[in-house]
């Protein structure tokens, strides 16, 4: 039977009452005020509203929104009781107090939400459960752990650590840290070779910031293609192959400018062939332009001079300087310019640069010019001769300024040279006499010959004059005289400390003292010392020439040109001469020159010999101990080492063949000749023809850097380069002139290290052979020596004129200066060579001017770059064109290696050097167009050790799909020498319809494009460099 139980609490009267309806089992129903969920849940006769059990019929109490609560006092519809307390529901994520607390989920750890596992979406509500951490970047229930703890999916490493490639935490590392790819792991970069870096720009790189692309390298802070080699010949684009120890990547091709050569390669030697000459046509002056003044002017008879001159500052080219002239005019006619125009032209382009011709000062061509610095302005002085024949001169008396001297002097505001001082030949500035007048050859000299550091001009008479100024010093002196020619040789020749002049012999036996008085003196040749008198102040009172050493000799004894050297040791006679050891004293050397002609004239050497008689009396004297008559006339003495015994021989060119005198060339007991010597007294010598003057000279220099120097001389028909020690012809090219006082410069005209050739010529024809009988041919050693690319035995061989010539005129067609013919001592089975040939008959050439030979391949060494008088002898002049005082005068024959005269010095850069030439082409700057035309620009360099000269050609050409050379775009030439170690942009243009974006370019230095160059390099692998046209910017 079922019970009803009723239970009362000890509650106050209102609260809530739970009574127990049922069988006795736990079934509870619940009064007015009980929670429920349905009506169910409370007892009959009541409703379940708001969850509470409440009487249908009673007016329910407002709910509270603060204060105490509970079952009968409700919080409003937004709060909820908690502890008897109205709280604000709590949404998911929001702080509570209790379960009930939150809308929905649970009360965690004090605030609503509900559990999320490892990998759940967390934040807002769902907290990360079993130690799980809310990551906030990725708000997602994530575990840290710790280093060398697995780590993946939901799994985090800690702060300052990382995931490696094996899932376990590893240490982060920062730039230029050591990292490894499994403890140490870089943060932000990668592990390159154990070091933490980063990828760079793709420019700029360093130690801790690499090249992104791959094949790139860094190198010296640049990001570079890697170019894997072995030696240069396998780099390009102005590279090298980078093998030293102290090489940041060996083996590889870097850009010059970076690693341890730096913008050259020290190691970069040539090695001349000794023997292998060819020369080639640098420039010529063949006569006036269209448009100068002076149009018939062109014939050059005496040396050509080198030296600075102010015209172009930034040039690193010397000038030539000579006088011009009518060919043949010697008496006025109706020319004025006929006797001279003094030229200054440009070497590497022949250009004229300057005319010098004064209305007022005629001068004289015949007679060779002087050039030097004399005063504090620092540019050459320039001097002339002035001609007998002036504006103002009455022939029928022969009074007025004839004759003199002029200087021209540079003047900056006008830019040009203009006349300074002049002296005439009857009334010099202090009232003496010149005798200039009297000379139509010979030439000037620069020297200080009384110490005071102050340059003195000597003229032809042994007249002195102050540089500067032109006041004579030596009042009215001056020496013997033969009328015609006479050229000052002066030097401190017995090492006194005083300079000495070499007088003329055989025409006179007097000269004329300061005071104008006659003294008589030997025939000679006499040698006079300067001589200063002095007051007892210690001012100058009188200076002149005073004979020191004298020879009685004879008017037979011509002995008008002059060279001097340390040639042997004096003894007590002539005999006892010791021609096999120096003593540091000169002995000079005389031929005849024009004053005796075919036989009758003569060479002699003479050396200053002393003695002392019984009482004490010391005589000088000249002595002659050389004397070789019946000569052919007889040219300017060239002094030099011909045969490499380091003793001193003689060169001179007669008027039938050159010789080269070697005073050692004695028979011996037996009668027999040392083996090197042609006949007695003669080294060698070798037939040419000179019947015009018989007076032209010669110079030597060693042109391939071996220590044998070679001989240059030109006479009436062929210039000719010879063997020193055995007068083979090595080159001969084909001349013109009527002969007179013309002798070869050799000189580095345009500072390209290289030497150059300057030859002159008189307009006028003589009778030549067809070909040159001494020439055996053009010398090779390779194949590509030759036009005709055949070289056998040294001898470039032919079958046609046409595989002998590759010089062009200014049209483009070949010249025909070498013809293909037998050998000299072949025979028809022979095969024939290239010899050098002229036109004959009314095709025979007339030449005139100047000419400047180079070697084709710019193989000769350097030379000194400077020549400023006839009497030149090297120490004579300073590098700065200034004269050194008497005392500070280091002779010739005093210095080692340069016991010569008439010789050059080699240059700075020696012997055996030799350039690279290489090339390199910027994408960004490789194609510019104006309108219809296509610029095309590259960068030609010199990583050699050799300045090579301007004019080096790159060519552009089409790159093949094969890759194999195409058709050539156009030429650039280097617009000035390129230095070791520099760089020069060049360019060149075509039609814009002849290229197309999108090909490929390859420049080709050292390149002309018709298949060649213009120097050898010790390199010729390197000169390319390639890339792809992309875009053309447009002007």
């Not at 999108?998 to 420049?1003: A, K, Q, T, V, Y």
């Amino acid at each position: 039977m079922a019970l009803l139980a009723i239970f009362a609490c000890g509650c106050s009267d209102d609260s809530a009452k739970e009574i127990s309806v049922g069988d006795g089992k736990g079934d509870v129903k619940n009064d007015v005020g009980g929670d429920c969920s349905t009506s169910e849940d409370c007892v009959d006769g009541l409703e379940c509203r708001d969850n509470l059990c409440q009487d249908p019929v009673a007016k329910p109490e407002p709910p509270i929104e603060d204060g105490e609560c509970d079952s009968k006092r409700k919080c409003s519809i937004d709060k909820v009781c908690v502890d008897k307390k109205c709280l604000k529901k709590a949404a998911m994520g929001e702080s509570c107090d209790a379960a009930s607390h939150c809308m929905t989920g649970e009360c965690i750890e004090g605030m609503c939400g509900v559990w999320g596992e490892l990998g759940a979406t967390c934040g807002e509500g769902v907290i990360c459960r079993d130690g799980a951490i809310c990551a906030p970047d990725l708000s997602m229930c994530l575990k840290y752990v710790g280093e060398g703890e697995s780590c993946g999916l939901y799994y985090e490493c800690n702060d300052g650590l990382t995931c490696n490639g094996d899932d376990i935490c590893a240490q982060l590392v920062d730039l230029g840290q050591a990292c490894d790819s499994s403890q140490y792991i870089c943060r932000g970069g990668i592990c390159d070779g154990g070091v933490c870096k980063m990828y760079s720009n793709g420019e700029t790189c360093d130690a801790t910031h690499i090249c992104p692309l791959q094949g790139d390298i860094c190198f010296s802070g640049l990001c570079i293609a890697k170019a894997e080699c072995q030696s240069d010949s396998q780099c390009q684009a102005d590279t090298y192959c980078c093998t030293e120890e102290s090489c940041e990547t060996k083996n590889v091709c870097i850009p010059y400018g970076m690693g341890p050569r730096l913008n050259m390669n020290d190691a970069c030697v040539y090695q001349t062939e000794p023997g292998l000459f060819e020369a080639d046509l640098q420039c010529d002056w063949t006569g006036p332009e269209t448009g100068d003044p002076y149009p018939k002017s062109k014939s050059v008879v005496t040396p050509v001079l080198v030296a600075k001159t102010p015209h172009n500052p930034k040039s690193t080219s010397n000038t030539l300087i000579f006088t011009s002239f009518i060919s043949g005019i010697w008496q006025p006619v109706d020319e004025a310019y006929q006797f001279g125009v003094i030229r200054l032209v440009d070497p590497e382009s022949c250009k004229v640069i300057e005319n010098i011709y004064d209305d007022n000062h005629y001068v004289t061509a015949g007679v060779a010019l002087a050039v030097g610095v004399v005063d504090d302005t620092g540019y050459v002085s320039i001097f002339a001769q002035r001609s007998p024949h002036q504006p103002k001169i009455d022939s029928s008396t022969n009074t007025g300024d004839g004759g003199g001297i002029v200087k021209f002097k540079w003047n900056p505001e006008l830019k040009k040279y203009v006349a300074d001082w002049y002296i005439t030949g009857k009334a010099a500035i202090d009232g003496t006499k010149l005798h200039t007048t009297q000379f139509s050859w010979g030439g000037l000299a620069l020297h200080d010959v009384n110490d005071d550091g102050i340059a003195e001009l000597l003229t032809p008479a042994g007249e002195v004059l102050d540089a500067r100024t032109g006041k004579k010093l030596n009042g009215l002196q001056y020496l013997p005289l033969d009328g015609r020619s006479k050229f000052p040789t002066v030097g401190d020749i017995d090492k006194d400390g005083k300079i000495e002049w070499i007088s003329e012999g055989g025409k006179s036996n007097v000269y004329v003292d300061y005071h104008g008085k006659s003294v008589e003196v030997g025939y000679g040749p006499n040698v006079y010392e300067w001589t200063v008198e002095r007051d007892d102040k210690g001012a100058i009172t009188a200076q002149y020439w005073a004979p020191e050493y004298t020879r009685e000799g004879s008017q037979s004894d011509k002995a008008v040109l002059h060279a001097f050297a340390d040639i042997g040791t004096v003894g007590a006679t002539p005999e006892a001469f010791d021609w096999n050891k120096t003593d540091g004293i000169a002995e000079f050397v005389s031929t005849s020159g024009i004053e005796a002609g075919r036989g009758a004239a003569s060479l002699s050497i003479f050396a200053l010999a002393q003695s002392t008689d019984k009482d004490g009396k010391t005589t000088k004297s000249v002595q002659r101990v050389m004397h070789i008559p019946n000569l052919y006339g007889g040219g300017a003495p060239t002094i030099g080492d011909f045969d490499g015994d380091t003793l001193p021989e003689i060169g001179v060119a007669f008027g039938d063949y050159y010789r080269v005198i070697d005073p050692r060339c004695q028979p011996n007991a037996d009668n027999q000749l040392p083996k090197e010597c042609a006949k007695q007294n003669y080294l060698w010598e070798m037939k040419n023809q000179d019947d015009s003057s018989f007076t032209t000279g010669s110079a030597v220099f060693d042109f391939d850097g071996d220590g044998q120097i070679e001989v240059v001389y030109a006479d009436e028909c062929y210039t000719r380069i010879y063997d020193g020690k055995t007068g083979e012809v090595l080159f001969s090219s084909k001349q013109s002139s009527r002969t007179a006082y013309e002798m070869p410069t050799i000189a580095d005209l345009d500072k390209d290290a290289s030497a150059e050739i300057v030859e002159t010529a008189k307009a006028m024809q003589r009778g030549c052979s067809q070909y040159d009988k001494t020439h055996r041919g053009i010398r090779c050693k390779y194949h590509s020596d030759c036009t005709s690319n055949r070289c056998e035995n040294n001898f470039c061989v032919c079958e046609s004129d046409a595989e002998c010539n590759w010089r062009k005129n200014a049209d483009g067609t070949v010249k025909d200066e070498y013809g293909c013919m037998r050998q000299i001592d072949g025979d028809e089975s022979s095969p024939k060579v290239c010899r050098a040939i002229r036109k004959m008959g009314s095709e025979a050439e007339v030449l005139a001017g100047v000419r400047v030979m180079r070697d084709r391949y710019d193989r000769w060494v350097a030379a000194r770059n400077i020549w400023n008088q006839f009497p030149y002898s090297i120490t004579n002049i300073k590098d700065d064109m200034t004269i050194p005082k008497a005392t500070q005068w280091v002779q010739n024959f005093l210095t080692k290696g340069l016991n010569n005269y008439r010789a050059n010095a080699q240059g700075a850069q020696g012997a055996n050097v030799a350039p690279d030439i290489t090339g390199k082409l910027d994408k960004e700057n490789v194609c510019a167009q104006y309108g219809q035309e296509i610029v095309l620009n590259g960068v030609v360099c010199n990583r050699g050790t050799k300045t090579v000269g301007a004019k080096m050609p790159a060519s552009f050409y089409k790159v093949n799909e094969d890759g194999s050379l195409g058709e050539k775009y156009c030429t650039a030439y280097t617009s000035e020498n390129v230095p070791t170690g520099g760089c020069l942009a060049v360019s060149c243009s075509l039609p814009a319809d002849d290229i197309a974006i999108g090909l490929r370019i390859r420049m080709k230095t050292n390149d002309d494009g018709e298949g060649g160059r213009t120097t050898v390099e010790c390199n010729s692998d390197n000169n390319d460099d390639e890339i792809q046209l992309t875009s053309c910017v447009v002007n």
